[in-house]
Every structure is written in C-alpha cells, then in structure tokens.
C-alpha cells in the first residue's frame, strides 16, 4: 500500500515551515537583528515565534502524521495532515498581523494533531490481533 497523500502533505508541511524560515531570515535582516540575538521590533518577535512554534508543533506532527497513515491509512492521514497545514498558514498570517490573532490557527494546529493522534489509536485498535 502506497502512502502517495501523506508524503505529499509531509512535503506541503515542509514547504510552509520553509516559508516561514525565510519570514524570520528576513525579518532578521530588515530589522537589522544579529544573530544569536532573538530581542527586535515586534514584527521580528512575531516571525520568530511562528517560525520556532512550528518547529515545536513538528515533533508531535511528523510521528502522528506517520502512525496515522501505517495504522489507519493513507488518506485518513493526509485528511489529517492537511488540516495541520492549513492550520499553520492561518497561524502565521495570524501572528504576523497581530500575536493576538494566533489563536484560530494554534486551535486549527491542534485539531489536526489530536485527529491524528486518535485516528493512529483507532488504527491500532481496528487491527490488533
């Protein structure tokens, strides 16, 4: 059985978590923030702090995704790997507009991580033998 979805939404995280790097380099530069500095103008704060959450969100994302897609299968995982993405964007438009309205996205995040999470124990139970 092939996992055609889920790797095609493991390279959609990758290239918003790529999108969201380059935000922070170049808030870096435009706000004249040398490294290892992470003090600036709240428009570097912001970027910084999407960026380095996605980071955090990744560690329980990329196992979830994975277990989902060998227990439960492929689109079940891309379903929920694809609410995580989206999830994301809205959290970075969010935060680089104002950090309060971080929230929507951060609860998008976090439905989709927890989706996963169950939908590898529904996986694991629907074939324990």
């Known amino acids: 059985m092939g996992m055609h979805?889920?790797?095609l939404v493991s390279l959609a995280a990758l290239v918003v978590y790529i999108w969201m790097l380059a935000n922070a380099g170049h808030a870096r530069g435009k706000y004249k923030v040398a490294a290892p500095s992470v003090d600036g103008p709240l428009e570097f704060q912001s970027a910084l702090r999407v960026q380095a959450n996605t980071v955090e969100q990744m560690v329980v994302f990329f196992p979830a995704l994975w277990m989902c897609a060998a227990y439960l299968g492929d689109v079940w995982a891309a379903?929920?790997?694809?609410?995580w993405v989206v999830g994301r964007i809205v959290?970075?438009?969010?935060?680089?507009?104002?950090?309060?309205?971080?929230?929507l996205g951060f609860g998008i995040t976090a439905f989709g991580s927890v989706a996963?999470?169950?939908?590898?124990?529904?996986?694991?139970?629907?074939?324990?033998?």
């Open 5 to 7: 979805w889920t790797a």
């Open 79 to 83: 379903a929920g790997g694809l609410i």
């Open 91 to 103: 959290y970075a438009i969010g935060y680089y507009q104002a950090p309060e309205k971080r929230s």
């Open 116 to 129: 996963l999470m169950i939908g590898t124990a529904v996986g694991i139970f629907l074939h324990w033998s």
